[in-house]
């Protein structure tokens, strides 16, 4: 609901980083998600980013998981040209159960080959 307003990040926000988006509670309708990516795709964040993680979603069925997980790979990989970006999908973040939190802001790793994410950092400052 922010987008093109002043609290919208700048196109350069988006270079090389991680992208993580989940349905939340609502389950939205496929063709909804299909949407937002289409919103995101045409902004050209999808070009600029180093990968794009997908939280696995709520109350949906299996059937609707994978039609979910087609839709992101179409929309992102042949809709917007970018093949090579790596997309993780059923994630354990977000409105789910289990569910592990994502930090902001430090670097992560993702290995496509061994479906493996790893932070390469800590979330966490020391005390002083």
């Known amino acids: 609901m922010l987008k093109g307003t002043h609290y919208w990040p700048a196109p350069a926000f988006w ?61 992102v990989k042949d809709e917007f040209n970018c093949p090579h970006l790596p997309i993780v999908c059923n994630l354990d973040f977000g409105h789910t159960d289990p569910q592990m939190i994502l930090p902001l802001g430090i670097t992560i790793e993702i290995d496509c080959e061994h479906q493996r994410l790893s932070l390469l950092e800590s979330a966490f400052q020391a005390p002083n």
């Open 15 to 75: 270079h090389k980083k991680v992208f993580f988006l989940e349905t939340s509670q609502e389950k939205p309708s496929i063709d909804y998600v299909q949407y937002w990516l289409r919103n995101y795709g045409v902004m050209g964040i999808f070009q600029q980013l180093s990968g794009l993680m997908i939280g696995r979603p709520r109350d949906y069925s299996n059937d609707e998981q994978i039609h979910l997980i087609n839709t992101v790979q179409s929309v």
